[in-house]
Each structure stands twice: as structure tokens, then as C-alpha cells.
């Protein structure tokens, strides 16, 4: 059985088939077993063997490719079967091996050599790099002795004077690691004694040199900050105030901006309705310069008109430019000038009245009353007809006699005048007796009210039977009080007060309607008769009756107990 032999193996594993002393007559068998894997070595190579024989082959030649370079090593010659080996170890890093031509190089320290024929091929040992023939210790630490700088890891390090030391520019700063010197603002950096290449810097934040507290990054330099308006500075950043720009070396307002006396820049030129927080902002349109509610607006007088502040209430004639400034009502801006509208005159007045009214219309001045003709007269507010004209059909027309030969000028006229007068009177007449049907209403309850809080006394007589007597009447309440009405005989009026004299003359003047008056009262039931004719011997004669009716009509003085009237009942 024949076949080839292909896989990656390790190149002292094809070293055992070049020490095989039968290797310049051996069959297949022999090499596969000789051929086998050997997972030893740390790297490997990747083996081809030509056609071989079950019998008959004899060891060629080896093609070995290490890197980038390649060497061809011839053994056998003969009448056998020639099997050549071709080697490639290409991907073995070309600083870590090397090939020398002297056998004894393959005793060389910390690394893996193979001795093929006279020439000895080397791999350094994991951890060591090939330098300068020689295997060296690799990845030193900063303080770690070395030979080399290549043995040196950490970046920006060298060998120096046996040690792996920083670099020139860079510094260990107590770590591990070479890091930067005097690194400017702005640049790279891990701690804050790096930050030391610009004045004002020293903060390292966020991996980047920062400027200290007051200071900002202008330009990649450190510049003092929050400067007021009028300090020195050197770029327009350094300025705190919004619209500020350095000029000149000074803190100053952009151009379109002022102080105003103020720490700030504020828009100057401000025009009307524009924002403003000072009076003196508001100069970009004439008539304004107020500043109200964060706004520009016109001073006294004057209204904004689209953007521009025009001269309000204007008169008749006074120059305008638009109608809004006109304040007479019904007038417009013409031709530069407040005048009236179509259909309306002034009539040498301050005002704007509607001309050419007909007749019947509302008027003031009879200048108005053009609309109709024989019109021309404004009368109770309204335009009638001249004289010896009336009123027919929204017209003026000639007036004729009646059958009396009596003119009807303006009778129409008058009727309507005389019904609206009437009108009114009877209208007025009603809500005069509405108030009075109230009031009088209102005053009759309270009477009525009052009344009826009152006491009501009865008269009662003493049992003396004889007027002359020195008898009294009292007053019988329902309440069970008595109080006296008179002590008096009725006789005693006569006597005492001339007005309540019992004369001849004085009965004479009494009426009839009195006299039946008390004639009718003697008639009535025992119940309801007079109380004057209770006393027997006494109703005989009707002078001895009248003389107890004016008795009844005297008033004494009021009371004590405030009642001001007595009342003698008959």
C-alpha cells in the first residue's frame, strides 16, 4: 500500500525521519510512524511528502521555508525510489527563530534548535525575543534589568544603562506606564501633574487639560473669564456679557447694542412694538421712546400705526396720513386732510352730520334738511317743510285753504306733533297714579296697624241721676283699668269755658241732622240706646240732651298713661 503523507507536524518530529538510519531505503510504513504528531513543540510546521512506496524510498531532499527565507538540504543519491519533504514553517515569527550554518549554534540558551545536516535552525523560548543571535528575556517593566530596548513593554520606555527607563517628554509619575510631560490644554492626559504645559491649566477632566477656576480655553491657552463690560481682555470669549466683544482690549457692546449707563448690552434703536427693557432703547422710531410692559410705545399723544407712531385726535383739517388718526366720528383722512365722509358736512360746526336728509328725517341743524324739496327746516329734531307747505307722502307739497279759507299748512305735521305730546302726558298720568295707588296703600297698612294696638275704652257714668251734680265720668278698658274723663257736671262747661257755652243761641245753631241723629239713637233696642238716657229723668227734653252731646266732644288734656283722646260714646 503507497500514499503521501500531509499535516502539520513538529519540526523535530521530521528530524527523527533525518537521523532514521534507514532512511535512504524505507518503506511507507516505516515513515508513518515516524511521521507522527508530536504536540510538544510550540510551533509547528506544515509537512508534504511526495509518493512513497510500500518499499524502495530513499530520503531526496528536504525544501524547508522558515519566514521568508528558504533552504533546500539534499541527502540520499541511489537507484531507490527519491522521496522529497517540503517543510513550511512561514508563519514562525522571523524574531523569534534563526538559522545558522554552524552546528554548534543549537546548544544556544532559552531556545528550541533542530540540527539538519550542518545547519542549525533556532526558536526562542515563549517569553523571549531572538536579538542579536540571542534569545532575550521580553515584556520588562519599567526598573526591570534588560540588554536591549526591544525587551522594554511599556511604550514610550528604553533600555537605559541596564533598565528599562521612560523616554525623554514622558514620566513614570509613581505608575507603571510612561505618560506625557507638560502637557498643554487641551491635550491628552491621565493625571493632573500632567497638565503643565500651559499657564492657568493644571485640571485634568475627561482625559483632556482643562484650565483652573476663572480661567477658559480661548485658543488652546488658559484666558481669565467672566470679564465685565470695560475690563481688559484679549479675545471677545473672555467677555461675560451677552452681545460684548473685546475691542480694543476692552470689554465693549457689539455695534447695534449700548450699555446705557448699565453692566449690560441692551439693542438700542429700538423701534415701536420692537422689545426693550429701558426707555432709551426705544429711539428707533420717531414720537416713541417708552418702554411699557417690555415694549416699545408711543409717548403721549401718539398711537402706533403699522409699526410707526402717528399724531392721534386729530380734528376737522388737521393733516393726517391715516384715517385712524381722525377723532371725529364719520371723518376720514383725504387727500392728506380730516375730512368728512361722503354724505356728510360739517355745517361750520365741529362735527360730522349727515346732509341732504328728506323730510321726517333725524336732523340738528336745518342746514341738513336738503333732501326734500320746500324742506330746509330742522324742527324738534326732525326736517319738516317750509312754511305754507305740508307733509304728503315723504313730500312737501303747496298747502290749500279749507272750506273756512283757513290754511292746513303743516297739519300732518302738527298731528303727528300734538299726539306724541298727548302721548306722553297720558302715559305720564298712568305711572303718576300707579306711584300714588301704592303709596297710599303702603300708609293705610301702617295706619291700620298702628290703630289697632291701641286700647279701645268704653264710657261709663256714675249713678248720679242729676247733671249738676258733682258726679264723674269714667273710662272703662277692657283691661279692667277706669280712668276719670271728666269731674264736670255738663253744665259746668258753660260756666268755666266761654266756647262750651249752653246758651239759647248756642242750641239754636244746631243742626237738623244732629237732632235726628240723637232723636233716632232713643228709639233703639235697651241693648244699643244711648248711654246719655241711662240715667232716668234725663232724655225729657232735648236741651238737656245736646248739653251731654257737647259735653261729648270736649277733648281733656292727654293722659299719663300717653293715650291722647278719650272717647265719650253716645
Known sequence: ???????????????????????????????????????????????????????????????????????????????????????????????????????????????????????????????????????????????????????????????????????????????????QDNVPVGGFCSLHVQCNGSDNSGICEYGRCTCTEGFKLVEFACKKKNLELNDPCEFSEQCIQPFAVCFHGICKCMTGYSAFDTNNCYKDSVPVGGVCSLNKQCTGSQNSGICRHDRCICTEGFTNFDL????????????????????????????????????????????????????????????????????????????????????????????????????????QQHDTTIGVTLGTLFGGFILGVIVTAVVTTLMYRRFKLRTRKREEPDVMFAGNRTYGGASSAQISYRNDKKRDVAKLSPHSFAKETPEYDLSEKQENKRTDDVYNHLHEQTEQVDDTYDHACAVPNHCTGLSEYSNIHDAASFRPSPSKDGDDYSILRH
Open 308 to 411: 410707526a407712531c402717528k399724531k392721534r385726535n386729530l380734528q376737522l383739517n388737521d393733516s393726517c396720513e391715516l384715517t385712524a388718526q381722525c377723532t371725529q366720528p364719520l371723518s376720514v383722512c383725504f387727500n392728506g386732510t380730516c375730512k368728512c365722509r361722503n354724505g356728510y358736512s360739517t355745517f361750520d360746526t365741529d362735527s360730522c352730520m349727515k346732509d341732504t336728509i328728506p323730510v321726517g328725517g333725524l336732523c340738528n341743524l336745518s342746514n341738513q334738511c336738503t333732501g326734500s324739496d320746500n324742506s330746509g327746516i330742522c324742527e324738534n329734531g326732525r326736517c319738516t317743510c317750509a312754511k305754507e307747505f305740508t307733509v304728503t307722502d315723504l313730500a312737501c307739497e303747496k298747502s290749500h285753504p279749507n272750506s273756512l279759507g283757513i290754511e292746513s299748512s303743516n297739519s
Open 1 to 179: 500500500m503507497s500514499s503521501y503523507i500531509n499535516g502539520d507536524l513538529c519540526l523535530e518530529t521530521v528530524k527523527r525521519l533525518i537521523d532514521y538510519n534507514l532512511k535512504c531505503n524505507f518503506g511507507f510504513s516505516a515513515a508513518n510512524d515516524i511521521l507522527q504528531n508530536d504536540a510538544n513543540c510550540p510551533k509547528k510546521c506544515n509537512l508534504q511528502t511526495s509518493y512513497l512506496y510500500d518499499n524502495g524510498n530513499s530520503l531526496g531532499k528536504i525544501d524547508l521555508t522558515i519566514g521568508d527565507k528558504r533552504e533546500v538540504f539534499n541527502f540520499c543519491s541511489g537507484f531507490y525510489f527519491k522521496t522529497n519533504l517540503k517543510i513550511n514553517c512561514s508563519s514562525w515569527n522571523a524574531k523569534e527563530y534563526i538559522i545558522w550554518d554552524d552546528a554548534d549554534a543549537c546548544f544556544v540558551k532559552d531556545a528550541h534548535c533542530v540540527r539538519i545536516n550542518n545547519y542549525c535552525v533556532c526558536h526562542c523560548l515563549p517569553g523571549y525575543i531572538l536579538m542579536e543571535e540571542k534569545c532575550l528575556k521580553r515584556n520588562l517593566q519599567l526598573n526591570d534589568s534588560c540588554e536591549l530596548t526591544e525587551q522594554c513593554t511599556q511604550p514610550f520606555s528604553v533600555c537605559l544603562q541596564g533598565k528599562c527607563k521612560c523616554i525623554n517628554g514622558f514620566s513614570a509619575y509613581d505608575t507603571e506606564s510612561c505618560l
